[in-house]
Structures are given as C-alpha cells and as structure tokens.
C-alpha cells in the first residue's frame, strides 16, 4: 500500500508530502489543476519515462519519492533481497532524481537502482489505468495481455512463448544447415582459430583494468618512491617537519588553556590534526616499504598489455570486451557444431515442437474456461452501467497448425451495442462512451485478481455521467473494500462515493504556477461536490443535493 509521495520541483509542483490512507480516495479539482500530474510524479518513482520538461521552470532537479508498506507483498521482499536492496523492515521506499538536462537517477531503499528495477518493483506495487487505456483494448495484443493477468495465465503464456521461440530457432537452424553448408564450414573454420587465439591469450574477466594499472605503478615507481620519501621527511623526519612544528605549538598553547579555555577547542582541533598527520606519516612509510623497482615486472607487463593489444586489433574489438568475445565465439562453434549432423538437429526440432504444442494446448484449455468467465462478469457489469441492451464475447480464433509466440489463437474482444445484432470487433463497433463504460467494467473486473495491493484509475469515468457514473462510484468504493483505489475524477457521483477525498487547486505565487492538494473534511467536500455539481455559481440547492450524495455513503 502507498503510504507516502514526496514531491520537489515536479511540472508545476514546487513541495508537496501526502499522505495515503487504505480504500477509495478520489482526487478532484478544476481541470489543469494537476491532478493527473501526482499521477505522473508516482510513475516517475515507478519507472516511468524520465525528461527534462518533468522539472519545474527555473529549478535544478525534479524529485519524487513514494514510501510503500509491503508486509503483505511477500515476494516482492524476496526480489528485494536478491537484488540487495533491503531498507527498513515491511517498507519499500523508492525515489527518482530528474535533473534539468533530462538525465534521472533511480534508489531503492536509499541504494542506487536501475530504471528497470524501478519498474519490475513498480508492477509489483502499483497498478494504473490511465485515462486513454481503452485506446489500447483496441489493440488484440492488449486484449490477449487483459485475458491472461486475469486468469492467471502470465507465467504459463511465457513458458509457451518460449518453447515457441526455441521451437523457431532450431527450424532456422535446420534451415540453414540445409542451405548454407559451404558457408557454415568457412564460417567455423574461421571463429575456430578466433577462439583458439584467445583461449590461448587467455584474458579474465577484468584483468585488462588490473595489468593497466599495474603498468601505470611500476612504470612510475622511481617517481613513486622519491615522491612519498619526500612527503615523509616533510611530514615527520626532516627538521622543518610539520609533525614537530605542530607538536610544538601545541605545547605552547595547552598551558594557556589555565588562562583562557576558549584554547582548548582549537587544542583539539590541532590534536586531532597532529593524530591524522601521524597516521599518514605511517601509511606512507608502509607503501614506501612495498614499492620497489622491479624491471622484470615490467617487462613482463608491457608484453601482456602487447599481446592483448595485438588480439583486439586484430579482432577488432576492445580489449576489455575480449572475455566476452572468446565466450561468444564458443556458443556460436557450439551452434555449428550441433547443426552439422542434420539428423541430431531434426530431432531436437521435433521435441521442441512437441513441448511446445504440450505447453500450448493447456495454454488453450485454461484461456477458454477464462474466456467464458470474464465474458460473463462483463456482460454483468455492461447491464449495471445502463447497456443493457449489450453483449460482450472473448473470441479465441485459432492459429493452427503453427501456432505463434502469445499461442495457439488470436484473442479478440467482441460486443454487440444493440440487442438483436452480431458481435463485432470492439474497435468497429463502440462509440467513445460506450467504449469507455466497457473499458471501465474490464478494469475494474480484472483489478480484482491483480496482485498489486494499490490500484489507481486517472479519469477513466471520462464519457460517462449521471446514474451510471453512480454505478462506477459504488465499484470503486466495493473495490477500496480490498484494496488501495485511488482515482482522478470529475464526476461528483463518483467522488461522493469515496471514503477520502483530496482537493486539487492550481494558483499563482511569484508569478509561476503552484499545485496545492487539500485532504477535504465534510464540510469542505459539500462545497466541492457542488462546486462540481454547479459550476461557477454554489447555490443552497446545490449544497443541498452535494449533502444528499454524500449521505449515501
């Protein structure tokens, strides 16, 4: 659950700290208030696309950081630690820097973190439905992914995806080896001296670094070696030494101090001062002590950085991606290898194709018994949002015999707006609001089984109004029953309906636009459902019906 979003210099957010509570809370203002942009400053904190419009006109740096409690969310603290990034016990804190220049950085835990590891904790927290998602439940794929997350299905369409994909690399292979047999023979007698050379050179994984810079220390040991006796004879053996020049004011100053204790903080500063001179003193005396000439080293130093440097030309790669390289080049004679005996390759095909056609067909029988069930809760759901009139289908078409990556058929999402009439392809068949009430139904169904603990809608109630926004209020406050809904809304039927509800306002301070955010008591929010129920002008009437809304909560 989010606990807490901390916002700095964030479009047109100069500070802002919320605080989040468990259930529906539903955000509400003027529009360009910025209520959308919280929205946008968590899915910054979350992964999201980092640029340098982000910051706020005339400010260094944007700064976002959302703290999580994640005591419920036990496999999300195993990644944790696997990843080492444990903070506190059953919290999770995560934060995102964006610069003026557009370049971000990213923490876990106060630990330094990629935006990809942002990301994979961020669908493991958080699920947001944006204002235009049912633009892409027009798309198949979208639709195929909506099915899936629903049922349960993710890991198993994965594994199916890959045997697929496995399954299509050795036909290629089989393929090639068929038609390019003269190539294959040159192409492996080539990487075969390739890998030969390096295997003999023999470089490890970071030892580039390791001889340049043992090169660097003995070609300048001379320099080395006079350099710190110097410092030494500066520092504590010569007779101008700084040690005894330090030593010496202090035993003028430290009876002084019967006189005037004010002496005695500059005392300690210089004891403290006369303590790390003397380690210093020591710590060069003892690298003193290791570093000796040895052209013998060198030499064979200088001819390893040759030999490696000779490789890399003559491979035309760095030297440091050398390692790498020599890998590379024996899982590529490997592939060779195997695809030379042409009946050894016929048959890993076949039991590739095998596995995937298992994987694919339980794949199949699960999305149909899915199918069948998300079809039924939508068409309910359609009836309740005043389509009555409707049907919803989930239509598996099927791929065979091949088959393809996402399975064994195509996922479409059909509906039929009028009794009576075929269903057809969503996107040929709904207008924007219908549309948009059927895309609502879909993500509050399948919200239900996701497992994020945090679910944020941002204006999905566009399109719709009076009692079928009622409708929408009421699921939304049902669904903040089990979880953390929090919602961008303008609909006063749908905020009525919220346990909490938040105040955006928009102002000016000097002369640049200001975010504000207001946790609305039950006066206030009176004023705001009728601010939105009226418009400009508030009238006792409006107050009124405002009371009458929230009294159905």
């Given at each position: 659950?989010?606990?807490?979003?901390?916002?700095?210099?964030?479009?047109?957010?100069?500070?802002?700290?919320?605080?989040?509570?468990?259930?529906f809370?539903?955000l509400?203002g003027?529009?360009g208030?910025?209520?959308?942009?919280?929205?946008?400053?968590?899915?910054?904190?979350?992964?999201?696309?980092?640029?340098?419009?982000?910051?706020?006109?005339?400010?260094e740096?944007?700064?976002?950081?959302?703290?999580?409690?994640?005591e419920?969310?036990?496999?999300l603290?195993?990644?944790?630690?696997?990843?080492?990034?444990?903070?506190?016990?059953?919290?999770?804190?995560l934060?995102?820097?964006?610069d003026?220049?557009?370049?971000?950085?990213?923490f876990i835990?106060?630990?330094?973190?990629?935006?990809?590891?942002?990301?994979?904790?961020?669908?493991?927290?958080?699920?947001?439905?944006?204002?235009?998602?049912?633009?892409?439940?027009?798309?198949?794929?979208?639709?195929?992914?909506?099915?899936?997350?629903h049922?349960?299905?993710?890991?198993?369409a994965?594994?199916?995806?890959?045997?697929?994909r496995?399954?299509?690399?050795?036909?290629?292979?089989?393929?090639?080896?068929?038609?390019?047999?003269?190539?294959?023979?040159a192409?492996?007698e080539q990487?075969?001296?390739?890998?030969?050379e390096?295997?003999?050179?023999?470089?490890?994984?970071?030892?580039?670094?390791?001889?340049?810079?043992?090169?660097?220390?003995?070609?300048h040991?001379?320099?080395?070696?006079e350099g710190?006796?110097?410092?030494?004879?500066?520092?504590?053996?010569?007779?101008?030494?700084?040690?005894?020049?330090?030593?010496?004011?202090?035993?003028?100053?430290?009876?002084?101090?019967?006189?005037?204790?004010?002496?005695?903080?500059?005392?300690?500063?210089?004891?403290?001062?006369?303590?790390?001179?003397?380690?210093?003193?020591?710590?060069?005396r003892?690298?003193?002590d290791?570093?000796?000439?040895?052209?013998?080293?060198?030499?064979?130093?200088?001819?390893?950085?040759?030999?490696?440097?000779?490789?890399?030309?003559k491979l035309r790669?760095?030297?440091?991606?050398?390692?790498?390289?020599?890998?590379?080049?024996?899982?590529r004679?490997?592939?060779?290898?195997?695809t030379?005996?042409?009946?050894?390759?016929?048959?890993q095909?076949?039991?590739?194709?095998?596995s995937?056609?298992?994987?694919?067909?339980?794949?199949?029988?699960?999305?149909?018994?899915?199918?069948?069930?998300?079809?039924?809760e939508?068409?309910?759901?359609?009836?309740?949002l005043?389509?009555?009139g409707?049907?919803?289908?989930v239509?598996?078409?099927?791929?065979?015999?091949?088959?393809?990556?996402?399975?064994?058929?195509?996922?479409?999402?059909l509906?039929?707006?009028?009794?009576?009439?075929?269903?057809?392809?969503?996107?040929?068949?709904?207008?924007g609001?219908?549309l948009?009430r059927?895309?609502?139904?879909?993500?509050?169904?399948t919200?239900?089984?996701a497992?994020?603990?945090?679910?944020?809608?941002d204006?999905?109630?566009?399109?719709?109004?009076?009692?079928?926004?009622?409708?929408?209020?009421?699921?939304?406050?049902?669904?903040?029953?089990?979880?953390?809904?929090?919602c961008?809304?303008?609909l006063?039927?749908?905020?009525?309906?919220a346990?909490?509800q938040?105040?955006?306002?928009?102002?000016?301070?000097?002369?640049?636009?200001?975010?504000r955010?207001?946790?609305?008591d039950?006066?206030?929010?009176?004023e705001?459902?009728?601010?939105?129920?009226?418009?400009?002008?508030?009238?006792?009437?409006?107050?009124?019906?405002?009371?009458?809304?929230?009294?159905?909560?």
């Open positions: 659950m989010l606990l807490n979003l901390s916002i700095r210099d964030f479009a047109i957010v100069d500070r802002l700290d919320l605080e989040f509570r468990p259930g809370t539903a509400t003027e529009t208030a910025g209520k959308s942009i919280l929205i946008d400053a968590l899915s910054l904190a979350l992964g999201d696309r980092a640029g340098s419009e982000q910051v706020r006109s005339g400010a740096r944007a700064d976002v950081t959302a703290e999580f409690a994640v419920a969310l036990p496999e603290g195993r990644w944790v630690g696997e990843q080492a990034l444990e903070g506190d016990p059953n919290r999770l804190l934060r995102r820097v964006v003026r220049n557009g370049r971000s950085r990213g835990n106060g630990h330094a973190a990629t935006v990809s590891q942002l990301r994979e904790a961020g669908e493991r927290l958080v699920d947001i439905h944006g204002q235009h998602a049912h633009q892409s439940l027009l798309k198949p794929e979208a639709q195929r992914l909506v099915l899936d997350a049922a349960g299905l993710v890991p198993l994965q594994q199916a995806g890959d045997a697929h496995e399954w299509q690399r050795l036909c290629r292979a089989r393929s090639d080896h068929q038609h390019n047999a003269a190539a294959r023979n192409e492996r990487l075969s001296w390739q890998a030969e390096l295997s003999q050179l023999g470089l490890q994984p970071g030892e580039w670094d390791t001889i340049q810079s043992e090169h660097g220390r003995l070609a040991a001379a320099s080395l070696i710190v006796r110097d410092a030494i004879d500066l520092l504590s053996e010569s007779e101008s030494a700084a040690l005894g020049a330090l030593s010496g004011a202090l035993s003028r100053l430290r009876p002084l101090t019967e006189y005037d204790a004010a002496l005695r903080e500059t005392i300690s500063l210089l004891e403290s001062g006369e303590a790390q001179l003397r380690e210093s003193a020591y710590a060069l003892h690298y003193a290791r570093v000796e000439l040895d052209p013998g080293r060198l030499r064979e130093v200088e001819q390893r950085l040759e030999a490696v440097h000779s490789a890399s030309r790669v760095r030297p440091e991606a050398l390692p790498e390289l020599l890998v590379s080049l024996k899982q004679l490997k592939d060779l290898e195997m030379s005996d042409l009946e050894a390759l016929a048959k095909e076949q039991s590739a194709r095998s995937y056609d298992g994987l694919a067909s339980r794949l199949s029988a699960e999305r149909s018994k899915a199918a069948a069930k998300l079809s039924r939508v068409n309910a759901a359609m009836k309740e005043a389509m009555s409707g049907r919803f289908e239509e598996l078409r099927s791929l065979l015999p091949d088959g393809s990556a996402a399975g064994n058929e195509q996922v479409e999402f509906v039929s707006t009028n009794p009576g009439t075929e269903p057809r392809a969503l996107a040929k068949v709904a207008s609001g219908e948009s059927i895309s609502l139904a879909i993500q509050v169904i919200s239900k089984a497992a994020v603990s945090t679910l944020i809608f204006e999905v109630d566009a399109g719709i109004g009076g009692a079928v926004a009622e409708v929408v209020g009421r699921k939304l406050r049902t669904l903040g029953e089990e979880r953390q809904v929090l961008v809304t303008h006063p039927q749908v905020a009525a309906q346990r909490e938040w105040s955006v306002a928009k102002g000016t301070e000097s002369g640049s636009a200001r975010s955010v207001a946790v609305l039950q006066k206030s929010r009176i705001e459902i009728a601010r939105m129920l009226g418009g400009v002008a508030i009238t006792a009437t409006t107050r009124k019906h405002a009371a009458e809304m929230l009294g159905l909560r």
